[in-house]
């Protein structure tokens, strides 16, 4: 088999709520690049990069890289994965989320060649309906208690709530939300980096009053030594996210027992293989994981979605409904119902462009 040809298309998402805001940011749209990758039988693999620019990756960026990489991939079968994936690393060193991209698009391209559900490549699944986590973005504690009500009504029970390093206004968002959902909701905070080890030890203690499963990223992303002591001084479990931005450094935090969990997402880790590798060094240090947000198309969280079906160790709800909140999405495939989402056992991974 021969690729025939890889194509960019820019992808700018709008926002359904245009001020949507977390610590570190805010933006209108969600952007991404989409690759798609054409087979001499007429086949064609999707990725999706994500740019993130908190992580290091510009729409920019990824385009360039991939633009790079291209005349490498195109020397290979498609179906010769892990020498595309050696030539690449070779050729560029990090840049993860380009190179997620495009191991989405050869995952894809090598289940439509097989004719199988991507999962299978990955050794079957073994669940196929996922709950849904939702974000609730940063708010008075009133707005976002609204916000966190109107989805539960729609069937969603697990929420994550945006916090900004504001210790007692962060405390009263937690207890707000808490009030408004009553017991049968499921808690999370996202700190985004905001906190100083202390002020993130006393928050954390204050919210844990209301139930808290779950803290991410309290403090700042290098700050390996303040993190551990959260860890160490909370009730609550601690979740590394933005430093855990690599496979290198998931080793690293689970290798010192520096957070009780990690949140794996495919495009920091470089792809479907290196997030594979990923949750085996958390299971392998009993440090737990699950899947964090892939905020932007259906297109980045179905190839997600097929490799979380095949581990059995995921612990708590992941974060594969953001695109919800998300408008002109061109894939379809994947929908969120009753606050679960369903893996559809269809060829490759399960989403396709809407066609116009
Ligand atoms: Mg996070």
């Not at 994965?81 to 050729?91: C, D, K, L, Q, V």
């Not at 959902?181 to 009053?209: C, F, H, R, W």
């Amino acid at each position: 088999m021969k690729i025939t040809d890889i194509r960019l298309d820019q992808c700018i998402l709008r926002k359904e709520d245009p001020n949507w805001r977390f610590a570190l940011g805010a933006n209108p749209t969600t952007e991404g690049v989409i690759v798609s990758i054409h087979s001499d039988e007429g086949l064609t693999g999707y990725g999706y990069g994500s740019a993130t620019a908190h992580m290091g990756a510009t729409r920019d960026g990824i385009t360039n890289t991939i633009e790079k990489l291209t005349p490498i991939i195109k020397e290979h079968d498609p179906a010769a994965m892990s020498a595309i994936r050696t030539a690449i690393g070779n050729a560029v060193s990090g840049n993860n989320q380009a190179k997620a991209a495009i191991d989405n698009a050869l995952f894809d391209l090598a289940a439509k060649t097989k004719k199988v559900p991507l999962h299978e490549l990955f050794g079957g699944a073994l669940r196929t309906e996922f709950p849904v986590l939702r974000i609730l973005a940063i708010k008075q504690p009133e707005e976002m208690a609204e916000q966190a009500q109107k989805l539960f009504d729609e069937g969603y029970r697990y929420f994550k709530i945006k916090v900004h390093g504001e210790v007692d206004l962060d405390i009263a968002r937690v207890a707000a939300i808490r009030k408004h959902l009553g017991e049968n909701a499921n808690l999370t905070v996202d700190a985004n980096q905001a906190y100083s080890p202390k002020d993130a030890i006393t928050a954390i203690n204050g919210m844990a009053e209301y139930r808290l499963d779950l803290v991410e990223q309290p403090v700042a992303i290098d700050d390996y030594e303040g993190m551990k002591l959260v860890t160490n001084a909370v009730p609550v479990t601690v979740e590394a996210d933005e430093s855990a931005g690599s496979i290198e450094q998931v080793s690293t935090l689970v290798e010192n027992q520096i957070v009780d969990a990690i949140s794996l997402k495919v495009p920091k880790l470089g792809g479907l293989w290196n997030t594979l590798a990923a949750a085996k060094i958390c299971k392998s240090g009993n440090v737990k994981y699950r899947f964090g947000a892939h905020v932007g198309s259906r297109l980045l969280n179905a190839p997600a979605m097929h490799l979380a079906s095949t581990l059995p160790d995921i612990w708590y709800a992941s974060e594969f409904g953001e695109f919800e909140r998300l408008l002109d999405d061109p894939f379809e495939g994947i929908d969120v119902k009753n606050g679960v989402i369903e893996l559809p056992d269809t060829i490759g991974a399960s989403v396709s462009p809407i066609s116009t």
